[in-house]
């Protein structure tokens, strides 16, 4: 099956600095990748979708100013909590789609937490 | 907006038995794509079935198989003789492959597999 691969798989910061995450498909191109955020013991959250060289869209209530998304080439996306703060500590999964309406496949995903 | 409903927060089944998870969804459209995605401890989100809203027949994938209803919006998934493994919790997923945005999770359900 299709590989994602993201890193780093943990991450620790301090409050106001920012921190990025990578999101990578390993064997494919990825025409759209998607960022989820998921609370403990809840379901994933879809943050925003973002499409090889162009802006990402962005989930209502999501601050695109603060989660800023970019998917420079078609095998890499990335995300960055800029001004972090100890309320965005979370696990964060990025995932990527081959083809519009073909089955999605996940990252290992990235516990961010902010001290 | 399309949602989707796991009304089970948690399962239980004994090993070797079979148990089945509910899904239910709510969509306008005809055409779109079904998941069940299950998520044991390491957090890594894997995929164990898919179903085509166009097709007929339940997907089957080994001991893994659905029951999707479309007239009913229901898509079930059956584990047959469940093993310690099969543990995790377990979402259910629904796809709109004519929007890239839509891709939306059930709450999921958590399994536990007595020995």
């Known amino acids: 099956g299709a590989v994602v691969s993201q890193h780093p798989s943990r991450v620790i910061c301090k409050s106001g600095t920012s921190v990025k995450i990578e999101c990578r498909s390993l064997d494919f191109q990825a025409t759209t990748m998607f960022w989820y955020r998921q609370f403990p013991k809840q379901s994933l959250m879809l943050m925003a979708t973002?499409?090889?060289?162009?802006?990402?869209?962005?989930e209502q209530g999501v601050e695109k100013d603060k989660f800023l998304i970019n998917h420079a080439s078609l095998t890499l996306s990335t995300l960055t909590v800029t001004s972090a703060h100890p309320e965005d500590s979370s696990f964060y999964i990025c995932s990527a789609s081959i083809i519009s309406g073909n089955t999605i496949y996940f990252g290992e995903g990235s516990w961010l937490t902010v001290v | 907006a399309q949602t989707v409903t796991q009304s089970q927060p948690e399962m239980s089944v004994q090993e070797a038995e079979t148990v089945t998870l509910s899904c239910t969804y709510d969509t306008s459209e005809s055409d779109y794509y079904l998941f069940w995605y299950k998520q044991p401890p390491s957090r890594q989100m894997i995929l164990v079935i898919r179903q085509e809203a166009y097709k007929q027949q339940n997907a089957t994938e080994n001991r893994f198989s659905v029951n999707f209803q479309k007239a009913a919006k229901s898509f079930s998934l059956k584990i047959s003789d469940s093993q310690l493994g099969d543990a995790a919790m377990y979402f259910c997923a629904y796809r709109n492959p004519y929007n890239n945005n839509d891709m939306r999770f059930g709450a999921g359900t958590r399994l536990t597999v007595k020995p």
């Open positions: 973002s499409n090889e060289g162009s802006k990402a869209t962005y």
